[in-house]
């Protein structure tokens, strides 16, 4: 008991020099008290792996600066967002309905006349323009741009989609829909 206090006890009188350090990494009071309190932390629930006999400041001075520099390689993959905004920015929908869609997407695909889906493939998935696509199809620009608006309204219909839900044909959505071998006619 009296070798844990006399620990305790050593940690708490190296607090002045731990702040010091800290305030030099830092360069800032709260951040180099926060350090500090984080380093005590570690100190404590790790005492085991002190060994008694050794620099007791040295061993905290690198918990120290271990704990700072694994802050600021974190720090490079945060994104400091105190109001809010760019949380409310980002939203994820479930891998679970991505499938689902998916799945519904291309029931829906194989439905669609054969020259629509070559149509919407060609311009959707294959990212080409109106003009290379009516090249392939043999056909005019205009029926082209026909067959895909028909086919994208269709599928819209058949989703229960707003027409201006993005990623119903966009070229990710029609190009793993490719990938996985279920292509269009």
């Not at 905004?85 to 309905?97: E, G």
């Not at 629509?116 to 199809?137: F, H």
């Not at 620009?141 to 819209?156: E, F």
């Amino acid at each position: 008991m009296s070798d844990e206090i006399d620990f305790e006890q050593s940690i708490v009188e190296l607090v002045p020099d731990l702040r010091a350090f800290g305030r030099s990494l830092t360069r800032e009071h709260a951040r180099a008290d926060d350090l500090v309190q984080d380093t005590i932390v570690k100190a404590l629930s790790n005492k085991e792996k002190f060994q008694a006999g050794t620099n007791l400041r040295a061993w905290l001075f690198t918990i120290l600066r271990n704990t700072f520099y694994s802050s600021k390689r974190k720090q490079k993959w945060e994104v400091e967002d105190v109001d809010g905004a760019y949380t409310d920015s980002l939203s994820v929908k479930p891998a679970q309905d991505g499938v689902m869609d998916l799945s519904d997407f291309r029931k829906a695909f194989e439905t669609l006349p054969s020259d629509q889906r070559e149509s919407l493939m060609l311009v959707g998935a294959a990212g080409m323009s109106y003009e290379e696509a009516a090249q392939i199809c043999d056909c005019a620009i205009g029926t082209v741009k026909s067959r895909v608006n028909r086919a994208r309204a269709r599928l819209t219909d058949m989703l229960g989609m707003d027409q201006d839900e993005a990623g119903l044909t966009d070229g990710t959505t029609l190009a793993a829909m490719v990938d996985s071998g279920r292509g269009a006619a």
